[in-house]
Every structure is written in structure tokens, then in C-alpha cells.
């Protein structure tokens, strides 16, 4: 059973930063995706089983995710906030390997509730 909790959103204004945690007990490959309102839900990042990441290019050098083993926590990372990165953030996981394009939301068979996270200008 995988079961994941997502924590750490909140407000900050543009240029700041802010770390989400996601609580993914049971979950070999988790991901990070997000949502704006009134778009569709886009990959921002993943973690695999062996630590290889993804990243859209889109936060490519200003978010990093990370986990840590022991307490089967994942992390995001988030600096150099901007407003576009104003969304409702959600942990997504699987339990075994890590599917192919990564990004895509329907590879993903369990999810969190969400965090949002908004940052103003």
C-alpha cells in the first residue's frame, strides 16, 4: 500500500523559496506535478529508486528534488520563485520502476491530496 502527504505550501513572493515534503511510505519512483488553474496538470519533477532525477525545463536549475531513505520523506526544493509557478502542487508515486515519459500524469497510480503554493509579484 503506498500512501503519500504532501506539506510545505504556502505564499511567498517572487524570487523567494519554499520547500514541499512528501510523505511517500511504500513508493519506489514519486514525482512531483502541478496544476494552475484552468491548466492541465504538467510534471515538474522525479525521483527514482536509485536517485536518478527529472525535471522540466521549466525549473531546470531552480528546483531540486531529493528524498530522504531513512524516513521515506521526498523533498522539492523550490528558489527563484516566480508567479508562474503559482499551482496546486501534488506528490504522485508507484511502487516499482519508474515509467517512461515521466511527466506523464497517467503513470502515476497514486497521488496526494495537494499542496498550494502561490507566489505573488
Known sequence: QVTLV?????SVQAGGSLTLSCAASGASCVA??????????EGVARIGSTSVTRYADSVK???TI???IDKNIVYLQMSSLKPED????????????CWTPWFD??????WGQ????????
Request: glycine residues 14%; proline residues 4%.
Open 66 to 68: 531529493s528524498k530522504d
Open 114 to 121: 495537494g499542496t498550494q503554493v502561490t507566489v505573488s509579484s
Open 86 to 97: 503559482t499551482a496546486m502542487y501534488y506528490c504522485a508515486a508507484d511502487r516499482g520502476v
Open 32 to 41: 512531483w506535478f502541478r496544476q494552475a488553474a484552468g491548466k492541465e496538470r
Open 61 to 63: 536549475g531552480r528546483f
Open 6 to 10: 504532501e506539506s510545505g505550501g504556502g
Open 105 to 110: 500524469p497517467t503513470k502515476y497510480p497514486y
